[in-house]
């Protein structure tokens, strides 16, 4: 069965330090991998996803993850963080099986931005 | 705008009570879904429709209804509202088989249920 764990449900860093989210997953097919986040009162928007391809992977707003099949981990990292990153962060497995797909999601890390 | 439109935004009910949460998309999508977000436990599907005239239980269905005529529309029906079912609800919507689970979804703006 597919599942994904995120380590952490509140994460603090200072303004310009090291973001780093952390996803492991289960999946018994090749995992599709998403982090989406989602801002106080809004949605989810996506920010970055894995399918085939290169192992690392940039997405909006200087985000960027790194599929590693070895350790089943898609972590999230960002090399300065701004006060604007303050949000909740959901990371998912997608797949495609039984004639349709589904998306999975962790449990969220709330990040926190402390000035 | 092409995209996911849910309403209302915000609602409030009393236990027993009955009502329809709206979700439609411009976007032909297949494959539309309704998930409910809780604190500290993520999003959990509710159900799910491939196409119009097909529905399926996800992970949380009981207390809710479905239907697809449209492949526009996916309304989410309580019938009998429950302070259980005090949630944000968000409705998403993507492509059907592989190409969708390749793309991600294209989720709504959410609905604030509270239910007293």
């Known amino acids: 069965a597919q599942s994904v764990t995120q380590l952490g449900s509140h994460v603090s860093v200072s303004e310009g330090a090291l973001v780093l989210l952390r996803c492991n997953y289960s999946s018994s097919v090749p995992p599709y991998l998403f982090w989406y986040v989602q801002y106080p009162n809004q949605g989810l928007q996506l920010l970055l996803k894995y399918t085939t391809g290169a192992t690392l992977v940039k997405g909006i707003n200087g985000f960027e993850a790194e599929f590693k099949k070895s350790e089943t981990s898609f972590h999230l990292t960002k090399p300065s963080a701004h006060m604007s990153d303050a949000a909740e962060y959901f990371c998912a497995v997608s797949f495609y099986g039984g004639a349709t797909n589904k998306l999975i999601f962790g449990t969220g890390t709330l990040l926190a931005v402390q000035p | 705008n092409a995209g996911v439109t849910q309403t209302p935004k915000f609602q409030v009910l009393k236990t027993g009570q009955s009502m329809t949460l709206q979700c439609a998309q411009d976007m032909n999508h297949e494959y539309m879904s309704w998930y409910r977000q809780d604190p500290g436990m993520g999003l959990r599907l509710i159900h799910y429709s491939v196409g119009a005239g097909i529905t399926d239980q996800g992970e949380v269905p009981n207390g809710y209804n479905v239907s697809r005529s449209t492949t526009e529309d996916f309304p989410l029906r309580l019938l009998s509202a429950a302070p259980s079912q005090t949630s944000v609800y968000f409705c998403?919507?993507?492509?059907?088989?592989?190409?969708?689970?390749?793309?991600?979804?294209?989720f709504g703006s959410g609905t604030r249920l509270t239910v007293v």
């Open positions: 998403a919507s993507t492509l059907e088989g592989g190409r969708g689970a390749v793309n991600g979804y294209t």
